[in-house]
């Protein structure tokens, strides 16, 4: 389906010396009356929850830059200084800081979404792609935030999280001082740290731009996986407004209730309570662990025995979505068509969330009851090392062995020949109509 | 597509939102074993979605920190006018101002402030305004760890936070000093306490059951009867404690009783938007096929 | 063409768009946006740290006869000065007519305390600070455009407009003030 020609005709005198100037009455006509697939679900709502998150992080963290203080003497202070003597400051300090988890939650499902209806696979690669880099923006951004109340987890999280850098060979070391601005953590690293977290989230909004963009070329994917060519457009789509503005809008209400339970309820829960302890780097807190939206990838760090080693898996496992569209050798999209694909997919699901479980565990805990098995190479096997060794083993299987294998392999199901079929015929699709004429290309 | 179907699906969103923010919740360090109890309940009132502080609680939590905390403990986040503050101790409804109020005013002239001269430059020492912060019982952290043999009392403003027990952490710890396990090889200037976090493994004899708790540097701080209470409430360690750990429950986050109060309008709020939004949505899809 | 809903299969046209659900929905959601939006405004008016030094007390008997005392109030600088009974008695003696923001001295000064004057150490005419003493009349000579004030503060001669600023402020006790 490629992008749908503009319908908006200017009416009064004003709309139509704008559009001749700068149509951005047309842009937002064209986007209301954009034709959407209409048999997307609930899961397809998250971009939409997305957008609204980095709204609201940019807004409160606007307001929060005014009262903040990135200065190694008085951060922590001026954090609850905003808590205590800013009108509303406590509100819109625990908006952001439960706006980011409430963050990684949507983004999280939305690419999880993306996975399973093969949102990643052609023509939507670019999307995908810029997606990818927009999440590792996110983690950049998250990271570079928590640094800055300077309490003890801020310190040490960034102490661990630079210190890697210093473990790639030849150019680590310099590389790490210049990152932090000297020797050791202080307030050099501190106020770029609060430099780049200001800058970064602009950045997302304009790959979110582009995002959008690549999305409207393409066109928006959908459940059933298959492309909607022109004359089905006005029995198979629907445009955005009303129907899909007021659908998402009735989810992102349902997810601001979620964000509420947490902001006025339980604004702490998710955090540590290390981090309420000022920043000393004379004393190492008992368990550093980052927050737990990174704690996948935290473990998968810890899992390879050698330092350098780690670093390059931490990275090759965000790496390796980035190259998914090519890794995926299935022609059929959507995974509802897919049931072997299907079943690796819940696995891994399952797998990731053991993973990010494994990230806040020691490693020498034993992970079933107390008793000690023996000793593979250097460790208990019942302990959470190994456990987090043979997670990420099936991360990373899961994308280099099981995606190219299963996509030759496998035999999918029939997929209808329109996305009004499953529907129509009451919802099982034995039509006649073959998987491959459906669509031009898989 | 049913309403059935819809709420299917929306469950199964839900299911998997809360599945991770569950796992999230979670996402606690192991208690390794010997570690510390879980901390005892204070019963406090505060606790829950509609909690509120006991006003009394505080006033008398405030006069054991003072009386007796404060020799050691900053409160250095804390400045007078707070305790004024609505849901705070010493809040009175004819206050014009928290910086104004005269009980606020009266605690702060009972404590001294080092300031300088305005005119000599001199330091010298005032009478406290609602302005000031709490005064730091030592000039620097290195005077702090000096005077307590290397360990610096850590301040008290947002101890609440710092502990994952919280209030009920504090109180448990305050009670929990109890006699030395047989066995226990004490280190210098150590206390033993129940509640305290730390492996007691290498201090016991092979083999010997490993008690509860750890080392903590204070010793015990309070006894019956250390501080006369104005409300004749008898000044017990149980009762000392509990009050304290309220008093530093509020202090850690002076507006948690306004912020829960506001989050049940929203959350009402919500509820009614998001049925209005549903009714709406689904107004405007019917009789569509999808 | 624009705007109406059009679907081959379902009533989604121009109808729903005048139903109530929809107009109420959509009032909420500008309820729910206004209800974002006031907290992170109101978060830029002053905090409460600021608010508490709205109000400071000064000693009066730090002030010498015939001199004044500069102190800081919220900010800005404040002049507190103790006329002698020659610049008092030229103060009371001014028409009202030489004037150019007419004001009785009595009325800049506090009952029973008329020696001593209270003012914003601010220029009316754009924010300088006035040297104390100099000037033809005795009072303070703003240097950056020339403006002249008298022994109570009134402008005489020059571009200010109007007379320094009398604060709020109120004696607590013969040699106590509280301003603001």
Redesign the interface.
């Known amino acids: 389906m490629s992008a749908h020609e503009s319908?908006?005709?200017p009416?009064t005198g004003v709309e139509k010396w704008l559009d001749t100037r700068l149509p951005i009455i047309r842009f937002g006509?064209d986007y209301?009356?954009l034709p959407t697939p209409?048999?997307l679900?609930?899961?397809y709502t998250f971009g939409g929850i997305l957008m609204l998150c980095l709204v609201i992080q940019i807004?409160?963290g606007i307001?929060l830059a005014?009262?903040y203080v990135p200065n190694t003497e008085m951060a922590f202070?001026s954090v609850?200084?905003i808590?205590?003597?800013?009108?509303?400051?406590?509100?819109?300090r625990?908006v952001h800081m439960n706006g980011a988890?409430m963050f990684f939650?949507a983004v999280?499902?939305h690419m999880l979404r993306g996975l399973y209806y093969g949102s990643y696979k052609a023509p939507r690669e670019m999307i995908w792609i810029i997606g990818c880099l927009i999440f590792f923006l996110m983690i950049a951004t998250a990271f570079l935030g928590y640094v800055l109340p300077w309490g003890q987890m801020s310190y040490w999280g960034a102490e661990v999280i630079t210190n890697l850098i210093g473990a790639i060979p030849v150019i680590g070391e310099p590389v790490l001082i210049w990152l932090r601005g000297g020797p050791a953590i202080d307030n050099a690293t501190l106020n770029r740290f609060f430099s780049l977290h200001y800058l970064l989230p602009f950045v997302i909004a304009g790959c979110e731009v582009l995002h959008m963009w690549a999305l409207h070329t393409a066109g928006q994917n959908n459940p059933v996986g298959i492309l909607i060519p022109k004359e089905r457009e006005?029995?198979d789509t629907?445009?955005f407004h009303?129907?899909f503005t007021?659908?998402d809008?009735?989810?992102i209400?349902?997810f601001?209730?979620?964000f509420?339970?947490f902001?006025?309820?339980m604004?702490?829960?998710?955090g540590h309570?290390?981090n309420?302890?000022?920043a000393n780097p004379l004393v190492t807190p008992?368990?550093i662990?980052p927050e737990?939206?990174m704690?996948p990838f935290y473990a998968i760090l810890r899992a390879i025995p050698d330092k350098f080693g780690g670093v390059v898996a931490m990275f090759a496992s965000i790496g390796v979505l980035f190259v998914l569209p090519w890794l995926d050798t299935s022609k059929v999209r959507s995974m509802r068509y897919r049931p072997t694909m299907r079943t690796f997919f819940i696995l891994f699901v399952i797998n990731a969330?053991i993973l990010?479980?494994c990230?806040?565990?020691?490693p020498d805990?034993p992970v079933i009851g107390?008793f000690k098995t023996f000793i593979l190479i250097d460790g208990d096997l019942n302990s959470y090392l190994w456990l987090t060794r043979f997670t990420t083993a099936y991360y990373f299987a899961f994308f280099f062995v099981i995606m190219p294998l299963v996509g030759l392999r496998e035999t999918p199901k029939q997929i209808p020949a329109t996305i009004?079929e499953p529907?129509?015929s009451g919802g099982d699709a034995m039509t006649a109509a073959a998987p491959a004429s459906a669509e031009k290309k898989g | 597509?049913t309403l059935q179907m819809n709420i299917r699906?929306?469950k199964k969103?839900?299911a998997?939102?809360a599945?991770?923010?569950g796992?999230?919740?979670?996402?606690?360090?192991?208690l390794?074993?010997g570690e510390k109890h879980p901390p005892r309940s204070g019963g406090f009132s505060f606790e829950g979605?509609f909690g509120t502080f006991d006003q009394g609680q505080l006033q008398r939590g405030y006069k054991v920190y003072r009386e007796v905390c404060a020799s050691c403990h900053s409160m250095?986040?804390m400045h007078f006018r707070?305790l004024a503050e609505p849901g705070g101790p010493f809040y009175d409804s004819d206050q014009v101002s928290p910086a104004e109020n005269r009980f606020v005013r009266a605690l702060a002239k009972e404590v001294q402030i080092a300031d300088i001269d305005t005119e000599t430059g001199e330091p010298l020492m005032r009478d406290g305004t609602s302005a000031d912060r709490f005064p730091n019982p030592y000039p620097n952290p290195t005077a702090a760890a000096a005077a307590n043999g290397g360990a610096a009392p850590?301040?008290l403003?947002?101890m609440a936070?710092?502990?994952?027990g919280g209030a009920d952490y504090i109180y448990s710890l305050l009670t929990g000093y109890a006699a030395v396990p047989q066995g226990l090889q004490m280190r210098p200037g150590q206390n033993y306490n129940k509640y305290m976090?730390g492996d007691l493994t290498p201090f016991m004899p092979e083999g010997a059951e490993v008690p509860p708790g750890g080392f903590i540097a204070m010793a015990n701080p309070l006894s019956d009867g250390q501080v006369t209470y104005d409300d004749d409430t008898v000044a017990s360690v149980d009762q000392m404690s509990k009050d304290v750990a309220a008093y530093i429950a509020w202090a850690?986050?002076?507006?948690q009783v306004q912020?829960?109060q506001?989050?049940?309008g929203?959350?009402i709020f919500?509820?009614i938007?998001?049925g209005i939004?549903?009714v709406?949505?689904r107004r405007?899809?019917k009789g569509?096929?999808? | 063409?624009?705007?109406s809903?059009?679907?081959?299969?379902g009533e989604?046209g121009d109808a729903?768009r005048r139903d109530f659900i929809?107009i109420a929905?959509g009032a909420a959601?500008v309820g729910a946006g206004a209800m974002l939006a006031w907290?992170?405004i109101?978060?830029?008016?002053p905090?409460?740290?600021t608010l508490a030094l709205a109000s400071i007390e000064f000693d009066m008997t730090k002030v010498q006869e015939g001199q004044q005392v500069v102190i800081k109030w919220q900010g800005k600088p404040v002049f507190v000065r103790y006329r002698s009974a020659r610049e008092l008695q030229e103060a009371v003696a001014t028409p009202l007519s030489a004037l150019k923001d007419p004001q009785t001295d009595a009325d800049r000064t506090k009952a029973g305390h008329q020696p001593y004057l209270v003012v914003l150490a601010s220029c009316t005419h754009l924010g300088c600070i006035p040297t104390f003493g100099t000037g033809d009349y005795g009072g303070w000579f703003c240097p950056c455009h020339g403006s002249h004030y008298d022994t109570s503060g009134r402008i005489r001669k020059g571009p200010a407009p109007s007379n320094l600023v009398v604060p709020e402020y109120a004696f607590l006790s013969d040699t106590r003030i509280k301003i603001g």
């Open positions: 319908t908006y005709v009416k006509a209301m009356s209409k048999n679900n609930y899961w807004a409160t307001i005014m009262h202070a609850e200084r808590m205590r003597d800013v009108n509303g400051g406590d509100l819109i625990y988890s939650i999280y499902i006005k029995k629907l445009p009303p129907y007021v659908k809008g009735f989810v209400i349902v601001l209730m979620l509420s339970v902001v006025f309820f604004p702490n829960a998710l309570a290390d309420y302890i000022p008992p368990h662990v737990w939206y704690l969330l990010g479980w990230g806040a565990q020691l805990a107390d009004s529907v129509l | 597509m699906a929306m969103t839900l998997l939102i599945a991770v923010a796992l999230s919740l979670a996402a606690q360090p192991a390794a074993v979605p250095d986040l707070t850590p301040d403003s947002v936070k710092a502990r994952g976090s850690s986050d002076p507006r912020r829960k506001t989050g049940m929203v959350l919500l509820f938007f998001a939004t549903y709406s949505y405007i899809w569509v096929a999808h | 063409m624009t705007e809903v059009v679907t081959e299969n989604g729903t929809h929905a959601a907290p992170l109101n978060s830029m008016n905090a409460a740290d």
